[in-house]
């Protein structure tokens, strides 16, 4: 069975530190994908990357950075130089081929960026 | 630009109520899904459909149902609503296969008394 485990309930960081937030996922498939979404104050879930089981390569967006590392099955997600606008609720979720491709969420992290 | 629309943001119903949540979709979308978000539990999926008159029990089920009787809309259906079933849900719509990422509606809060 799938499972996504953020362990980090809340973080609190002052505007420009860099923070990381942690994803655990378990599945048996071989194929799946990884995701993370972004939930504003507004309520809206953003999507902001997605990561397939084949593909392990370190991504870079701007401040963003992903970390997928297949041997802890990890999917981490670092902010640099953070600012009061990425304060949100951040979602990291798996999509297996076993059960159609459903897709399943963690807890979710709240981050509070402080000016 | 993509959109998911639930029909209501908030909405206020009796214990034994039986409320509809509606959702639609206007990208053509196969895959819809309804979860509903409480504090400390994230997303819990409660249903999801991948074909018109087509569903699939998600991990919390009971005391829902949906129905999918068109591409674009996807309904959730609360039987006989009860106080714990107090909560946000979310809809989703995805194109194709579990590769493609989820567009989700603004919510609906719903609050049962």
């Known amino acids: 069975a799938q499972k996504v485990t953020q362990a980090q309930t809340e973080i609190s960081v002052v505007e420009k530190e860099d923070v990381t937030l942690d994803c655990v996922y378990e599945t048996r498939d071989t194929t799946y994908y990884l995701f993370w979404y972004k939930q504003p104050p507004s309520g809206e879930l953003v999507f902001l990357i997605r990561r397939n089981s084949f593909d392990e390569q370190n991504e870079i967006s701007g401040r963003y950075s992903w970390n997928f590392q297949k041997s802890t099955s990890s999917f981490n997600f670092t902010i640099t130089a953070s600012q009061v606008v990425d304060s949100a609720v951040y979602f990291c979720?798996?999509?297996?081929?076993?059960?159609?491709?459903?897709?399943?969420f963690g807890a979710g992290t709240r981050l509070f960026v402080k000016a | 630009d993509v959109k998911v629309t639930q029909s209501s943001r908030y909405l206020v119903k009796r214990t034994g109520e039986k409320v509809f949540l509606e959702c639609v979709q206007d990208m053509d979308h196969e895959n819809m899904f309804w979860y509903r978000q409480d504090p400390g539990l994230g997303l819990r999926l409660i249903y999801f459909s991948y074909d018109v008159k087509m569903k699939e029990k998600g991990d919390i089920p009971e005391g829902y149902s949906v129905s999918r009787e068109k591409k674009e809309r996807f309904s959730l259906i609360l039987e006989s609503a009860s106080t714990n079933q107090t909560s946000m849900y979310l809809c989703?719509?995805?194109?194709?296969?579990?590769?493609?990422?989820?567009?989700f509606g603004q919510g609906t809060r719903l609050t049962v008394v």
């Open positions: 979720a798996l999509s297996e081929a076993t059960g159609g491709f459903k897709t399943i």
């Open positions: 989703a719509s995805r194109l194709g296969r579990g590769q493609n990422e989820a567009f």
